[in-house]
């Protein structure tokens, strides 16, 4: 393969990079919204953190392949002035990556802090209705012993 072969493919990985980020970028939204809501479905939830994983792994593999045909271009070193339009849109989308790998990392904190206090939330849920089913039982146990007469001997005979 030729060198522009090898430059094509790079930035067509950095572009498809690119999608993929504004995809998780979506789904850090959904994920934002379902946390805000307070009927949240847990399967719903957890459909958007699997879409999410696999954004990830998608992610990954092609940081792999990126890095393995780089190591092959050592040409563009060489021979930047030649390649100079091919390296300035390289350069581009590193920019938008790296802008919206920042607002990401913006999003899962202010997701996870949102995550904290739903479970947060939920344990105190949690508590209350343990709590509630003690003083029913307790309620019942001494309504119980509040009917309950002691068996008594009844002398007809006078």
Not at 21 to 41: A, F, S, T, Y
Not at 42 to 69: R, T, W
Not at 118 to 127: G, H, I, L, P
């Amino acid at each position: 393969m030729g060198e522009n072969t090898y430059i094509a493919i790079l930035i067509q990985s950095l572009q498809k990079k690119n999608k993929i980020l504004d995809v998780i970028i979506q789904k850090n939204k959904e994920q934002r919204e379902g946390l805000e809501d307070p009927n949240l479905d847990p399967d719903d939830f957890d459909q958007i953190m699997d879409a999410k994983s696999k954004l990830i792994d998608q992610l990954n593999e092609l940081d792999s392949g990126f890095e393995e045909v780089f190591a092959r271009v050592k040409e563009l070193e060489l021979h930047r002035s030649e390649y100079k339009d091919e390296i300035f849109k390289m350069q581009e989308l590193i920019r938008m990556i790296t802008d919206k790998s920042l607002r990401i990392q913006q999003q899962e904190l202010q997701n996870k802090k949102l995550m904290e206090q739903k479970f947060a939330s939920v344990r105190k849920q949690v508590r209350e209705v343990r709590q509630s089913q003690k003083v029913v039982n307790q309620y019942y146990k001494s309504m119980m012993k509040a009917n309950y007469q002691e068996p008594q001997f009844l002398d007809n005979k006078k």
